[in-house]
């Protein structure tokens, strides 16, 4: 488990990288689309609350 910080929202969260079917962000099924987005954008891990706004709400330009 590792404490890392959001790079969309600076919050910190839990990152269970080495056992992602743990990790929160295993929760959220995002589409290839969405995916793309975020790596185009970020170089981290986001939290589960970003995660799920790119789900649910408008895409990243």
Known sequence: MTIKTCPACLQAFECKAENVYEC?????????????????????????????KIKTEKPLD
């Open 24 to 52: 929160q962000c295993f929760q959220v099924q995002l589409n290839s689309q969405q995916k793309e987005a975020i790596a185009n954008h970020y170089t981290d891990c986001l939290c589960n609350l970003c995660l799920t």
